[in-house]
């Protein structure tokens, strides 16, 4: 038994299914602790858009570090979150004509969801907030309440209050337009439906298996909640930071939240940072009524500035957008030549295959690990093989990986139809 099987919880995950002592890491490259690579299209669950250890985050880092610069300072004033807030301000939302006001929660994604739910029910006096169908936004009992899966509900252990599912953009096929529900619900005193203080959604639903919401059903969602004086929350902590192309995921509908959740790819090198855009009229927290230890991590901030030099200019998003090209003719051609029941579907840089056969994705996602390969499965079922490479992983590693993918899932593929034979 070795040291994490020994005295490791049991609720360890991702180790189960990628069991190498990992040691180093670079651009898109993991290293074991033998020395063998690994091609990275997980990125931390979205938390590397920049890819692993990028060179200029780490100097201003180590140059931080070296001349003792305030690690923790509690929700202090600090010169790293000065420096960091009027970069985001600067770069970020000015040039975006948005007007946020910026709550550091404590650093992981579901602080900020907690604190964004929060503030809703707070701003609206109304308690129920309205999730969708597959939605992932956490772990704490606030933002489990919002999240779909049963497994993960379950694991509350006490019920999950005050919130009610209803049916994501597609969840009932292409035919109906599942908005055409949730605006009846509203409009009809006798559907028993409260009103919500809140929406929480994501554009993209990575977790739940890359489920994209169309332009049109995310402009009318904005349409419906404006109408109603509900509070939008976009949560982009997996598919905000450029991950779709654009900074914010919502920019494509051309949509504005009324709060927005991010993390995971905000510090830009794997440093826990979170943060909660807010309308300023719905900033109506008294001080200290929700707060944290750690709020605004300096080191977190001092390469979340420095990561903001990628969004100077529109390289990075042309660069995405290119790769998405690729990724996406790629992935639908092999569906096409291997004649697999299968449905590419991604923006941006994440993309997934969802196989109508539930044991292909994960039988892919292994054999891909055995070629040197971290590709994870979302959904439900875990039907989908989900690529979230980094954004800026090179044309010849992105193609390696398409490559590999290809293969496993020929030999997958071949392997089964030998087991039916
Ligand atoms: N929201 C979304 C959309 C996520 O994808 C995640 C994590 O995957 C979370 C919230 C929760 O973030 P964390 O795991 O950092 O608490």
Not at 87 to 96: D, E, G, N, Y
Not at 245 to 266: C, Q, R, Y
Not at 331 to 345: H, I, K, S, T
Not at 371 to 386: P, Q, Y
Request: include cysteine; charged fraction near 20%.
């Amino acid at each position: 038994m070795n040291t994490f099987e020994q005295h490791e919880s049991e609720v360890r995950g991702y180790c189960r299914n990628f069991p190498a002592l990992f040691a180093s890491a670079k651009g898109a490259w993991m290293t074991g602790h033998d020395g063998r690579r690994y091609l990275d299209f997980f990125a931390g669950a979205g938390v590397l858009n920049y890819g692993h250890n990028p060179d200029k985050l780490k100097s201003a880092l180590l140059e931080y570090i070296e001349r003792d610069g305030i690690t923790h300072s509690l929700d202090m004033y600090s010169e790293a979150k000065q420096a960091f807030i009027d970069r985001f301000q600067s770069v970020i939302l000015a040039p975006r004509q948005l007007s946020y006001k910026m709550q550091f929660p404590g650093p992981t994604g579901t602080n900020a969801v907690e604190a964004a739910l929060k503030l809703a029910r707070k701003v609206t006096g109304r308690e129920q907030v309205v999730s969708f169908t597959n939605a992932f936004h956490g772990m704490t009992l606030g933002a489990l309440a919002v999240t779909g899966n049963g497994f993960k509900r379950a694991g509350a252990g006490v019920s999950l209050q005050n919130t009610s599912s209803i049916p994501f953009c597609g969840f009932m096929g292409d035919g109906p337009d599942t908005l055409d529900f949730f605006e009846a619900m509203l409009n009809d005193n006798g559907s028993g439906m409260e009103m919500p203080a809140a929406v929480i959604v994501e554009t993209v639903q990575a977790e739940g298996g890359v489920n994209v919401a169309s332009v049109g059903w995310l402009q009318r969602l904005r349409k419906i909640t404006e109408e109603h004086g509900i509070v939008l929350i976009v949560d982009d902590i997996q598919v905000g930071c450029g991950r779709t192309g654009k900074f914010f995921s919502f920019e494509e509908a051309g949509i504005v939240p009324d709060m927005v959740t991010l993390s995971k790819s905000l510090s830009g090198y794997g440093i826990p940072m979170a943060l909660v855009l807010i309308k300023p009229e719905l900033d109506q927290w008294a001080p200290g009524e929700h707060n944290g230890t750690f709020r605004g991590h300096n080191p977190g901030f001092v390469t979340a500035t420095k990561a903001l030099d990628y969004w100077e200019n529109d390289w990075l998003e042309k660069s995405v957008g290119h790769k998405s090209k690729i990724v996406r003719e790629r992935l639908q051609q092999m569906v096409d030549r291997m004649d697999v029941a299968a449905e590419v579907r991604g923006r941006g840089l994440i993309y997934g295959i969802a196989f109508e056969d539930r044991e292909i994705a994960p039988q892919v996602s292994q054999a891909c690990f055995k070629e040197g390969m971290v590709v994870e499965t979302a959904g439900i079922e875990d039907n989908v093989l989900k690529l979230l490479p980094s954004l800026t992983i090179s044309d010849e590693d992105l193609v390696l990986g398409l490559d590999t993918i290809e293969k496993c899932l020929g030999n997958v593929l071949k392997q089964g139809q030998r087991k039916s034979a």
